[in-house]
């Protein structure tokens, strides 16, 4: 579905590479958990995706990325927005209308979505975010977690296959963030989107992606399953990765030799792994 | 932090009412008290003004803006009181001061005049949703889309950077800049440095808000996108004649003397 | 030091405290955690004199923040956001820090070798430009110009938000070491990781009112109170309520290994 085929790219007047040599191909249905330091090239890898890179930022450019064979070097931004819907980082700038209703509308307005489809787009994407009854209210009058659910509905509203989000959940709380990511999962289950997810708590990616991708300066370090890439936490913690600590205690207990079994990723494996250990 | 031409929602008939006739509304309300030298007819106006508040359920923001404006114009007041000197001296001071009754009459004027023009506009825009706006602007008014939501967005930044800059202005005092001072000069001279992370984060967002708003999909839209249709209707034909009855009005109000 | 007496805040509908009293002695480390919307933040601004109580008192070192200006309290009270970008304000990184120290100080001297003993510190070069820094070192350069006055108390509002966890633990290093020496310390954090590594004492806010309040450990253990302040536990504490009794008082993973392989061994014992 996506393919990135040898991506470098240096921002105009950047002093090094923001992507290194990226090779990486993103199959239809995937969950993908982007996460790495801050400078390793994440933000830049979803703007290569969706187009910003190279329509909107210039610089030196080599390698080619790829949207269901379309290449992205000769497609602008609107143009694929058909087929990639973002949710970027700060919400405010997102936002472009004063009611719930009037930012979902905006976006079909521009496709040009036949009148008789949009009412029941509209309605459909409040209710897969679970915010129908935020429809008439005034966008400042929202909490930070709605303006997101918000951003969401809008984009999902003009159907996208692929989904693409920059740290959707920064500026929420532990529960709040957890309930997004339910979002996100039915989305990718239910109604086959891929989702490609940049995030820095890989508590979250951990539990809600299928595969994580580990990027440090600019380059791609592990690409794996959630299990795989867990698997490597004294890797991810050279790398300035926090795994989770369910994660670290089950590789003590590897160390200490009392468990031998795979890499804890949540509470309710490590529960097992413990009793497996005490109980007779 | 809300500023003064956040959307409120409403269903009231001003609400309803077709946003060009709104619009038309306002903007003949400025002008008529643009025109208008009569102390009488501009209040009138301010009164109109908060009746009309009243009518979309805004009567708070209404008071607000008018508390506010208030202040504002104390300045204005005492700034033409000083300049003009034409006209029967009422008293004179040091300085070679002297505040005279054309002076007073007609800061009386132009203060009335700020206010009575001011309020309609900020009053239109907290009824009137941005998108209905741009849309009223491209396909009544025929303007480029692309100027269209460059002004909307403009409009909508206004209370970003203004919660920006409170943002801005806490932490600078938090770290003891004394922008807390009620030395209106001192203040202006320590908020002059500020301007620098402001304009920092504003470029950011505003770099930000030109990448969303292209990917999702604004060079894609055509002059027919418009979902929304805006009818006319016979209570906006009703609004226009008023509208116009206004304005005829403020011209006949500098020939009756009272 | 820090007393706050039934304070109450509403001149904000989105923003409210409802009765709020406690007291905070000299050289506390202490979290005020909640969901978003409890009103950390409000409370946070509430104890610099950024806002004013509606009813109540609150009291630092014995000056009352409702007539005290909060640039007067900065001698005192360092207060760290979020966003660095909004306190940043200087075209290097050592006017940047000298900014902060000119506004409280005259001695030049003394201004000198503050300035000279934070550069060290930190690590910066003095004549790089802010905004060439990544956001971390932003941060980092924002804390080093409110360590260099050198105030009693640090206010942090979530000072870890965007920053990755290497970035999050230098700067909790370094807010640490500052706690060492004696300064009180409050943090609002939504990491309960980092609340529980770092923090002694435990506020816990929901819906505008203080439900809990103390020491952090004995906190993470009263699941009602996290249920209500819609909370998520740290993970050694979820494990160790899910494993029962024995697991009483666990919260580390140093811990955890430690009675695991205790139990493990017990075991081994009775089956020989």
């Known amino acids: 579905m996506i393919k990135i085929s040898n991506l470098t790219f240096r921002y105009k007047d950047g002093r090094k590479n923001a992507l290194d040599n990226i090779n990486l191909s993103i199959n239809k249905g995937d969950f993908l958990g982007i996460t790495g330091t801050s400078g390793a090239g994440k933000t830049s890898l979803t703007y290569a995706i969706n187009g910003v890179i190279p329509h909107h930022y210039n610089g030196d450019y080599y390698g080619s990325v790829r949207i269901e064979g379309e290449d992205t070097f000769d497609t602008s931004p609107s143009a694929l927005s058909l087929k990639i819907g973002s949710v970027f980082q700060d919400i405010d700038t997102q936002l472009v209308s004063s009611v719930v209703e009037d930012e979902i509308l905006y976006g079909l307005e521009n496709f040009s979505v036949p009148a008789v489809e949009i009412e029941q787009r509209i309605s459909s994407a409040l209710e897969a975010v679970g915010i129908s009854s935020l429809r008439y209210r005034s966008i400042e009058s929202l909490s930070g977690g709605q303006k997101q659910k918000v951003a969401l509905a809008a984009i999902l509203a003009l159907r996208p296959k692929i989904l693409l989000l920059d740290e959707p959940t920064s500026e929420l709380d532990p529960e709040s963030s957890v309930q997004f990511y339910r979002i996100l ?4 289950e239910n109604h086959g989107i891929t989702i490609i997810v940049v995030e820095q708590k890989i508590m979250l990616l951990s539990e809600f992606a299928k595969n994580i991708l580990v990027m440090d300066t600019g380059k791609i370090v592990i690409n794996g399953s959630v299990r795989e890439v867990i698997d490597r936490s004294s890797l991810l913690e050279e790398i300035g990765i926090n795994c989770p600590r369910v994660t670290s205690l089950s590789n003590r207990l590897k160390e200490e030799g009392v468990y031998t079994g795979s890499v804890c990723i949540n509470v309710e494996e490590a529960e097992k792994m413990v009793r497996s250990i005490i109980d007779d | 932090m809300r500023s003064f031409f956040d959307y409120i929602p409403g269903n009231s008939f001003l609400h309803r009412l077709n946003p060009l006739s709104r619009i038309f509304l306002s903007f003949m309300i400025s002008i008529a008290c643009f025109s208008s030298k009569s102390h009488l007819f501009l209040l009138l106006m301010i009164l109109l003004n908060l009746v009309l508040a009243a009518l979309a359920g805004i009567l708070n923001r209404g008071m607000e803006l008018l508390k506010n404006l208030s202040k504002f114009s104390v300045f204005i007041f005492v700034l033409q009181v000083l300049f003009v000197r034409r006209g029967e001296v009422l008293l004179e001071m040091p300085f070679n001061i002297i505040i005279t009754e054309d002076g007073i009459s007609t800061a009386i004027i132009i203060v009335l005049r700020l206010i009575g023009a001011t309020m309609p506009l900020a009053l239109m825009l907290s009824i009137t949703q941005m998108n209905d706006l741009s849309n009223i602007l491209v396909v009544k008014l025929k303007i480029p889309y692309k100027y269209a939501f460059a002004f909307t967005t403009a409009l909508r930044f206004i209370p970003i950077f203004a919660s920006e800059m409170s943002a801005i202005i806490e932490a600078q005092v938090s770290r003891g800049v004394q922008l807390d001072t009620k030395n209106i000069f ?8 500020l301007c620098l992370p402001l304009l920092i984060t504003s470029m950011k967002k505003i770099e930000g808000s030109a990448i969303s708003a292209e990917i999702r999909g604004f060079y894609l839209r055509t002059g027919e996108s418009c979902y929304r249709k805006y009818f006319i209707n016979w209570n906006d034909v009703g609004v226009l004649l008023f509208a116009v009855i206004l304005f005829i009005s403020a011209v006949f109000s500098n020939n009756i003397k009272l | 030091m820090i007393r706050l007496q039934n304070v109450c805040f509403n001149y904000d509908r989105d923003r409210t405290l409802t009765d709020i009293s406690f007291h905070i002695n000299k050289g506390e480390f202490a979290a005020i955690i909640g969901a978003n919307g409890a009103g950390k933040s409000t409370l946070c601004r509430l104890l610099n004199g950024l806002l004013k109580p509606s009813s109540g008192s609150v009291e630092i070192n014995g000056l009352d923040t409702g007539h005290t200006k909060s640039s007067v309290l900065a001698r005192q009270i360092g207060f760290l956001f979020q966003n660095p970008d909004r306190q940043i304000c200087r075209n290097t990184v050592a006017e940047e820090i000298l900014f902060g120290l000119e506004l409280l ?63 999050c633990i230098e700067i909790m290093e370094i807010v640490r070491e500052m706690n060492k020496k004696g300064t009180t310390v409050i943090m609002v954090c939504h990491d309960m990781e980092v609340v529980l590594d770092y923090a002694e004492r435990v506020l816990v806010l929901s819906g505008g009112k203080l439900i809990a309040d103390g020491e952090t450990r004995s906190v993470f253990c009263m699941n009602d109170v996290l249920e209500q302040a819609s909370l998520i536990p740290p993970q050694m504490a979820s494990l160790a309520g899910r494993l029962g009794s024995g697991f009483e008082d666990v919260f580390t993973v140093e811990e955890m290994t430690e009675l695991i392989l205790e139990k493990s061994n017990e075991k081994r014992r009775v089956e020989v």
């Open chain 2, 186 to 193: 001192k203040k202006t001279r320590l908020i002059l440095p």
């Open chain 3, 105 to 167: 100080y005259k001695d030049r001297e003394f201004i000198a070798e503050r300035l000279e003993k934070v550069l060290s510190m930190f690590g910066f070069s003095a004549e790089d430009n802010p905004f060439n820094l990544s956001r971390g070192e932003r941060q980092r350069l924002a804390l080093a110009s409110l360590i260099a006055v050198e105030p009693e108390i640090l206010i942090l509002d979530e000072p870890t938000t965007g920053l990755d966890y290497k970035e």
């Open chain 1, 185 to 188: 999962r039915e989305l990718n």
